[in-house]
């Protein structure tokens, strides 16, 4: 329900900023769209089980606008970055059907150009050595007491 006057009231309220009061044949144009957006946002994901279909959307807005998708807790972890993917590699599979429809200037203008917001990575790389270490209880019982206080008691 919350949801659905969310929806209805932002769309409701831009198209009577726009066009004004509805007449009876525009109200098809006021009222479908933001029920449609509510009944299908509201199902349950395939993708993912714990979403509904309007969270996976704005999980998917979000990457492609931003470049990076939002793993931890929805987001609140930001991302540094280094971790975001530059606007031509999130639509490279798109960019035939951009070229198409802008045409080849249009379409490189919107995608930026090749290496224009390529970052590079936060430091060199770092080379991992694993090494199997095998502690005994006494090597333990040594590492538990060095960390105790003894004397006094609070």
């Known amino acids: 329900m919350l949801l659905g006057a969310l929806v209805f009231a932002v769309w409701d ?10 007449s009876l044949s525009w109200m098809t144009l006021y009222l479908l769209p933001p029920a449609l957006m509510t009944v299908l946002g509201a199902q349950p994901s395939r993708q ?3 979403r509904t279909v309007l ?6 807005a979000h990457y492609q606008l931003l470049g990076h998708r939002p793993v931890i807790c929805g987001g609140r972890a930001l991302a540094h970055r280094s971790e975001w993917i530059s606007r031509r590699a999130r639509w490279e599979r798109h960019a035939p059907a951009l070229t198409r429809s802008l ?3 249009g379409a490189r203008r919107l995608l930026g150009a090749p290496g224009a917001e390529d970052v ?4 060199p790389a770092v080379g991992m050595a694993h090494t199997v270490r095998l502690y005994g209880p006494d090597h333990m019982v040594k ?3 060095r960390g105790r206080r003894t004397g006094r008691r609070t």
């Open 55 to 60: 969270a996976v959307w704005v999980v998917g």
């Open 13 to 22: 309220g831009f198209f009577l900023l726009l066009v004004g009061f509805p």
């Open 143 to 145: 590492v538990t007491r």
């Open 120 to 123: 590079p990575p936060a430091g």
């Open 103 to 105: 045409g080849r200037a």
């Open 48 to 50: 993912c089980d714990r």
